[in-house]
């Protein structure tokens, strides 16, 4: 590893940094001369998959678009100990496609999606879909603690 190489965090550590839940910042692609459409989001963590998932607004509105199968990339960061961050990125998926119900299911149960009000209406008014992200890349850094 040369000096100028991140500081990795290894599975345990990034593991206890996620947690079961805690939030974020998702950024969803767009058409290629827009920048990606990112917006705060809670997230649950599920260790034994390596799997996250997410509670979006998706409402008449449309700002997000079509969800499912949307390329994302998903941050979150922190300060225990020193600066953390952990960046997945993959493809969304809708917990209720064919195929990953019963896996979805179990994962569900493993997690704990905070639930965060950045509306400007009553949280019944607002239309939710669950999604989650088994990442195609998933890096976990950590402050290096080096003398100036």
Known sequence: MSADS??????P???????????GVISLSSAADDPPHSVPVSYGYDATEATFYFRLA???????????????SFVTTGETDGWRSVVARGRLEDVESEGIATETLAGLDRVD??????????????E???YRLVPDELT?????????
Do not use: C, N, Q, Y
């Open 140 to 148: 976990a850094r950590v402050e290096s603690k080096t003398d100036s």
């Open 128 to 130: 939710f879909g669950f």
């Open 6 to 11: 991140p500081v990795e965090m290894d599975d």
């Open 58 to 72: 998706t409402g008449a509105d449309g700002s997000k678009g079509e969800l499912d199968d949307r390329p994302v």
């Open 113 to 126: 999606i905070p639930l965060v009000d950045i509306f400007h209406r009553p949280l019944r008014e607002i």
């Open 13 to 23: 550590e990034r593991e206890k940094f996620l947690g079961t839940g805690g939030t």
